[in-house]
């Protein structure tokens, strides 16, 4: 069945295989009918085939990457990785990516053709702008039921567009590259204790604790909605298309990032994760009267040896009150040394409607060294084509599913000042 052909030629064959599967089903669908057993023994044979010519191809590529890494010469990292306290360092491809590090180059994937991009995928998907590029990368990701897996360089393109919006990212976390349902990561969480000895005395024994930071990849999908018109016309919609999916996954990572509570499917953020340490502003909150809380959880965090905080994220509303500020001449107020080096990040998954005593306007400020939460996501990313189910008002619905989970390397590297309150 497989001769002499590039994995390019083969993605042809099985997109014009894809494409009759298509019509036939188009087809069964404008007449209101099933299928005839005839039409169903031939649906059958090119489902078949089609799916060995995908198991064939995924099989090339994969010798293809094999013989290129291993044709790749040694090269040592540029800096080392932060893993806990510990320093790491791997050859490609990595599996914990810093935040000023493109996924892309830190995993290695293939480089695509000039001009594919996934706002342009989409479009061809919905009959649009289709290429034969763009129908050679769609055709081997490309199931009978008509969804979509992504290849992995149009994954690492929307995983660097959504890092780029996030505000989890912009405060320095890393990502980590998930490869199963479940990966654990090592973690140390206490050091060894060196101790003063006499000579040819037994040395005390002190063993570090380790244990497992565990990635349980959850499900994460959102529905973008556009009108045939827009996908026809608009000389923009395919960075459109990019930008929608990216802003929507990056601000749901974020909220779980912060907040998720781990329940309802949803991963464990910082607020909620046991150790973390926290700061009150009162018993019924109270209003920002100067620096003094950063202060407090800079104190916090070397108590327990953390590292300086890379950030602190807050409400967009806590920061007009840090701006609001002023001294006795009535001149903006200016922050101690110790915090005037901080970045301020701002985002609304930062809620202004806490409780805190008889306080319902509360709000919480996460400061710490965000490399120490790390976002997990399976390298794998699908899109589902509905075009029957909008089309009475002219519209096509694509839909994204890929799976993350959230973890923190060390819960004492934060810490959380509640109970911030509007003047």
Known sequence: MFGKKSALEYRADRGEIVEKMRDMLDRAAAENRDFTDAEIE?????????????????????????????????????????????????????????????FADATGVPRLPNGITLGGVLRGMAGAGMTPEIRNALSIGTDAAGGYTVPTALMAQLIDALRAKSVCNAAGCQTVTLDTQQTNVARMDSDPVASWRAEAASVAESDPTFTNVQFNAKSLAVLVKVSVELLQDSINVEQALMNAFAQSLALTLDSAALYGTGASNQPTGIINTTGINTVSMGANGAALTGYGDLVDAYYELAADNAGPPSAAIMAPRTLAEYAKLVDGNSQPLQKPDLVSGLPFHTTTNMPVDETQGTATDASSIIVGDFSQLWIGIRQQLRIELLKEHYMENLQIGFIAHLRADIALAHPQSFCRIQGVIPA
Do not use: C, T, W
């Open 42 to 102: 031939d649906y059958e044979v090119l489902e078949a085939k089609q799916e060995k010519i995908a198991a064939h191809v995924g099989r090339m590529e994969k010798g293809d990457l094999l013989n290129y890494e291993m044709d790749q010469p040694f090269r040592p990292p540029s800096k080392p990785i932060a893993l806990a306290g510990q320093e790491y360092a791997s050859n490609q491809p990595k599996r914990i990516i810093p935040a000023n590090e493109s």
